[in-house]
């Protein structure tokens, strides 16, 4: 007997070179996470998905775990999309500002996790209203700063 790790290596490395369809599943659905964000408006199954199960939300706050058995399969792997996918803010509608990589190289709550966990602020979201960017918030609590002209962000006031 051999472990399911192991028939799943390459012939190369000792397994038999099956794959492991968990992975392959898992890597498909993030491919479609990938295409629902980028597709174009002529895409019919992307359009058909957004209409059924988004409506008018972004995907990231979209928690519904009904569905078909493909949908609840995009709800429980959306998170690692999440996880390795950088964001452009936009009008920041659609940007977590916690969770989302979208201010350098990881989420904001990588670098600031006692900020986040002391304010509370677990669900948080950008929104642009002229040149400021405000994050709205759960809690009430104001946040926000100029956009500065050269397209970086600082967070002074």
Known sequence: MMRWDNVCLPKDYGGLGILNSKILNESLLLKWIWRIYNADEKDLC???????????????????TGGSQFWRGIQKVKDRFYMGASFSVGNGENTRFWIDTWLGEVPIKVNFLNFLIAAGLKRAWLVTVGNR??????????????KPRNGTTSSKN
């Open 46 to 64: 992307c359009n058909l998905l957004r209409e059924k199960y988004l409506r008018t939300r972004p995907l990231a706050k979209c928690s519904r």
């Open 133 to 146: 960017v405000n994050v709205l918030c759960p809690s009430g609590v104001p946040l926000g700063w100029l």
